[in-house]
């Protein structure tokens, strides 16, 4: 079943334009990569989806409906973006920081933060502790249980990888597979397909803001434009 759907997508910055007649379908319970080199529009493209750019296109749906306009009524409606770095409040606990990703909700979320902890038992430990104390993967995990919170249809995220050792980079994407093993729906920017590749089941390449080649990661190695952007064919 599709999740979402965006058809001639055309989004950018001012009069700077990045993003051209993308068209995508994200279907449920997958986890879909976004991938492609640095610079041509991956991370604008989880910001239009979450109504942070401005964009317009054909058709933007949503669960089987148009998504609202502003960027909190996108949230609410059950998109949910994890943004680049950690954006972590330092003055607060891991807790705290954890709940924030709940203000929105009316219901109890203690369930929601017994899963986060569940998936993130280092989390539990560390709950009482600064934010400003954590590691690097410590802090990334900290970003991925403030998306759960949310309690969203649809979890964006953008490039968790960035900036972290190759055993964290394992650490995190342990964590994401556990969270698609659980029927989780996710869109995740990764520069390196070889990262995301055990994880995701459908792919996108993007390339200089339009969407190059898309389809099911076993594919993805023997396409033209896989090797023409990844291999220097
Ligand atoms: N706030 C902004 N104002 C103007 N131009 C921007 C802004 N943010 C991004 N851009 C430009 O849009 C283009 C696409 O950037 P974007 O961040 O979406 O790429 P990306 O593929 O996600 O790369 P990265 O992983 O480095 O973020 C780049 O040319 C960038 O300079």
Do not use: C
């Amino acid at each position: 079943m599709s999740l979402l759907e965006a058809k001639g997508l055309f989004a950018g910055y001012g009069r700077i334009r990045v993003l051209f007649d993308v068209d995508i379908t994200l279907e449920a319970g997958h986890v879909t990569a976004l991938v492609g080199p640095n610079g041509h529009g991956k991370s604008t493209l989880l910001k239009a989806l979450a109504g942070l750019v401005r964009a317009r296109s054909e058709t933007l749906e949503f669960a089987g409906r148009p998504l609202p306009r502003r960027a909190s009524d996108r949230a609410l409606a059950g998109l949910t973006l994890v943004p680049q770095g950690d954006r972590l409040f330092t003055g607060m606990s891991v807790q705290e920081n954890l709940l924030m990703g709940a203000y929105r909700r009316n219901e109890p979320v203690d369930d929601l933060l017994a899963h986060v902890y569940d998936l993130f038992p280092r989390l539990k430990e560390r709950r009482s502790q600064s934010a400003s104390s954590l590691s690097g993967g410590e802090r990334r995990m900290v970003g991925l249980g403030r998306g759960i919170m949310a309690g969203g249809a649809l979890m964006m995220i953008d490039e968790p990888s960035l900036g972290l050792s190759p055993l964290l980079i394992e650490q995190v994407y342990e964590a994401i597979e556990t969270m698609a093993g659980e029927g989780m729906s996710i869109f995740v920017v990764e520069e390196s397909p070889k990262r995301i590749e055990s994880v995701a089941r459908s792919v996108l390449l993007m390339d200089s803001g339009r969407i190059a080649w898309k389809g099911d990661m076993s594919g993805f190695w023997q396409s033209d434009v896989a090797q023409q952007v990844y291999l220097g064919a």
